[in-house]
């Protein structure tokens, strides 16, 4: 089922296990400053960039296999539509796979028609196929420094 969403799958050479803890280790991969859980069924978090752009969002799945955000409230200061990320969803999909492990991003409802696609998209692009990839494979990620 495919809608247009903003989708990347990369491949390891790690566990699933591996990618899990990476994956629910935000501040590892996204930004040092996440303030809430990250981990947990119910768990809230805060992302901010420091300047254009915050979101609030709630894991409603979390299994080895699946973690899910669901966007409660968002402001992006660089599009018309300052809220457009709220009620969409980030998905990550583990699967093992004879190398290791894959994992498929989806952030559902981050479509081409949203003003912000092509700049959400090239974020995604570097935090999920070089951040988190690198968090993964070499235990170090390139999230956004905590201020001061």
């Given amino acids: 089922m495919s809608d247009n969403s903003a989708t990347y799958e990369i491949s390891v050479p790690n566990s699933p296990e591996r990618v899990f803890d990476a994956v629910t280790d935000v501040r590892g991969w ?42 409660l409230d968002s402001h ?24 290791g492990a894959g994992l498929r991003f989806t952030h559902h409802g981050l479509r081409p028609a949203v003003e912000c696609y092509d700049a959400c998209t090239r974020g995604w692009d570097f935090y999920i196929n070089q951040s988190l990839k690198g ?3 070499a235990g170090t990620g390139q999230p956004i420094p905590k201020p001061g």
């Fill in 30 to 71: 996204w930004n040092e400053g996440i303030d809430g859980g990250t981990a947990e069924v119910g768990d809230e978090f805060t992302f901010t960039d420091h300047g254009s752009l915050w979101c609030r969002f709630r894991l409603t799945e979390v299994t080895g296999a699946r973690v899910v955000w669901e966007v």
């Fill in 135 to 137: 968090l993964i494979t």
């Fill in 76 to 99: 992006l200061s660089f599009v018309e539509d300052h809220d457009e990320w709220t009620g969409t969803r980030v998905i990550f999909e583990i699967t093992r796979t004879p190398d």
